[in-house]
């Protein structure tokens, strides 16, 4: 697994700004998974995070799924995790899975 690291502000906040670029080349069957820090940032009644790690995990026992199941496993475990805590962040996925060329 590799992480990109984005920096700076949102996309969309401002005007005219300047984003850094990656390049990352995905093998067939690879994910590429980019999301909102609603994500990771979510609490449970036990003030816990659901963190990077636990997320990362969630996406290797995953990763065979399609992604839109993938994205939908990942709210359902978010949701569990934060239960009926206040949830103070919005959360945003966006996943592309690369196929084997035909």
Do not use: C, S, W
């Not at 026992?61 to 992604?67: D, E, F, I, Y």
Request: charged letters at 25%; zero cysteines; glycine letters at 8%.
């Amino acid at each position: 697994m590799t992480t990109l690291k984005g920096h700076g502000i949102a996309l969309g906040v401002m005007p005219n700004i300047t984003l850094q670029e990656y390049e990352n080349h995905l093998a067939p069957g690879d994910v590429l998974l980019m999301y909102t820090d609603g994500v990771t940032d979510a609490i449970n009644a036990d003030e816990e995070e659901f963190g990077a790690d636990r997320l990362a995990d969630l996406v290797a026992a995953n990763a065979h799924l399609n992604v839109d199941a993938l994205v939908e496993e990942i709210n359902r475990a978010v949701t569990e995790f934060a239960g009926e805590g206040v949830h103070f962040d919005d959360v945003t996925m966006v996943a592309v899975k690369r196929t084997a060329p035909k």
